[in-house]
């Protein structure tokens, strides 16, 4: 079983505030993801982390930040909610492995979830 | 581009027996992952498969041809808790990173 948190699980805020959804993973993981994810549809990835002090935007543009400055806790801000904001935000942690010369893996392991609603 | 595609929706029977396939277009593949998420839920990993074959753990199998690119989920004896999306998701690696990259994934519904 994973040991990745994530709050708040729920959260309803007005258009134009600052919010953080935080996550914390007490694996040690290098690796750590944000993922959003509307109904029904598939995940995108919006940020990424391979270790501390390092980011990087994913393959869907958001107007969120992050930071990693400890490995176990990965933080994603928005300056200024707006309603196009409201969708659930999914955390990830992973450290790849290698069980030999043919076969790495890099399983990830996925937080509950926060799904935000932006009036 | 990496292009990875899976049915949208599936319906099958109860006890039944039910394959999720998964074909991809990728390059620097290095094996591929199956999660299940249930509505509102995360996903939960089920299996990974970087060799060629099959895969079996309790009632969910998996299968890979990296020649083909092709992949399955295999679910028998369907249970009603079994409703989910199934997601198919490749592990790639390029400029010394490795990256998961998912299909819009597969809603399974089991019906008595």
């Known amino acids: 079983e994973a040991d990745i948190y994530q709050t708040p699980r729920y959260l309803v805020i007005g258009t134009g505030k600052k919010i953080t959804l935080e996550c914390s993973q007490t694996?040690?993981?290098?690796?750590m993801y944000w993922y959003q994810q509307d109904p029904g549809m598939e995940l995108h990835l919006i940020h990424y982390?391979?270790?501390?002090?390092?980011?990087e935007k994913g393959d869907l543009s958001s107007e969120s930040t992050v930071s990693r400055i400890r490995t176990e806790h990965f933080p994603l801000t928005l300056e200024s909610a707006r309603p196009s904001h409201t969708s659930q935000y999914l955390c990830?942690?992973?450290?790849?492995?290698?069980?030999?010369?043919?076969?790495?893996?890099?399983?990830?392991?996925f937080g509950p979830g926060t799904r935000l609603t932006v009036l | 581009g990496q292009n990875i595609d899976q049915p949208t929706e599936m319906t099958a029977t109860e006890g039944a027996i039910v394959q999720i396939n998964c074909t991809y277009q990728?390059?620097?593949?290095?094996?591929l992952f199956w999660y299940q998420q249930h509505a509102g839920e995360a996903p939960t990993f089920l299996s990974y498969?970087?060799?060629?074959g099959l895969e079996e753990k309790g009632r969910f199998s998996s299968f890979l041809s990296r020649s083909k690119g092709y992949s399955y989920l295999l679910l028998k004896e369907l249970q009603m808790k079994d409703s989910a999306s199934y997601l198919c998701?490749?592990?790639?690696?390029?400029?010394?990173?490795?990256?998961?990259?998912f299909g819009k994934g597969t809603k399974l519904s089991v019906i008595p």
């Open positions: 990830a942690s992973s450290e790849p492995e290698r069980g030999g010369p043919s076969r790495l893996t890099d399983t990830q392991y």
């Open positions: 694996m040690g993981h290098d690796k």
């Open positions: 982390s391979y270790g501390v002090n390092s980011t």
């Open positions: 990728t390059s620097g593949f290095n094996g």
């Open positions: 498969n970087v060799l060629d």
């Open positions: 998701a490749a592990l790639l690696s390029g400029a010394g990173s490795y990256q998961l990259t």
